[in-house]
């Protein structure tokens, strides 16, 4: 139940075609769910978050889409630019709560 | 300014060493947390403090201390560690228990013990 599952573990795309990464929890009590970028050696960083009350959210080229009644949320990167090569997490939050559940992470290269 | 900064930025220690990792915020936060990030591998959440006082400790070993003498600052005291403790060491802070709380990440210490 406290699980966020994020697939796939790697992506490979090519210089301005879209990356795609899905993640799913169980948890209902979870309210918050932000994704996190990662470079090499440096540490997470906030990308971009969203509520359960909002199915998407957009901010510049990052998308978060949401599905509640799945229980699935994914981030869209559109126009993928080399300089999005990094590690991207997935995570959940309780409402009130301060603990992060993580995914698994996915490694995303993007082929110039 | 949305920093959270952690000394020092790499360390090496033996198993019988005792050292401390530090990390600080001036965003007026009060929660921090320190994480464990092996390669590879999302953050594992090690202590929680919330106002200054310790609220998780996800069952870490008694050789990780932690500590936060006041609202801006987090230590981490390390003594007698194994080498399987070699990771990157994740400060992070925010606002504690609303809605929509970004924890912001500093830039870990990378260490290593041998």
């Known amino acids: 139940q406290q699980q966020v599952k994020q697939s796939p573990q790697s992506l490979i795309v090519q210089k301005g075609g879209i990356s795609i990464i899905n993640c799913a929890y169980e948890n209902t009590a979870f309210d918050y769910f932000p994704w996190y970028q990662q470079f090499p050696g440096k540490g997470p960083a906030l990308l971009i978050a969203?509520?359960?009350?909002?199915s998407e959210k957009k901010e510049g080229r990052f998308t978060i889409s949401f599905n509640k009644s799945a229980k699935q949320f994914s981030l869209h990167i559109m126009d993928s630019q080399p300089g999005d090569s990094a590690t991207y997490f997935c995570a959940a939050r309780k409402y009130r709560g301060n603990k992060l559940v993580f995914g698994a992470g996915t490694i995303l290269r993007v082929k110039s | 300014d949305t920093e959270v900064t952690q000394t020092p930025k790499h360390l090496v220690m033996g198993m019988t060493n005792k050292k401390s990792l530090k990390c600080e915020q001036h965003m007026g936060h009060r929660a921090m947390y320190w994480y464990k990030q092996k390669a590879k591998k999302p953050p594992e959440l090690m202590f929680v403090?919330?106002?200054?006082?310790?609220?998780i400790n996800e069952s870490v070993p008694s050789r990780f201390s932690p500590e936060c003498p006041n609202s801006s600052l987090l230590n981490l005291h390390l003594h007698a560690l194994q080498p399987e403790d070699s990771a990157l060491y994740l400060c992070a802070s925010s606002q504690p228990s609303g809605r929509s709380d970004t924890q912001y990440f500093g830039p870990g210490t990378r260490l290593t013990v041998l």
């Open positions: 969203i509520r359960p009350d909002v």
């Open positions: 403090y919330s106002y200054e006082k310790l609220s």
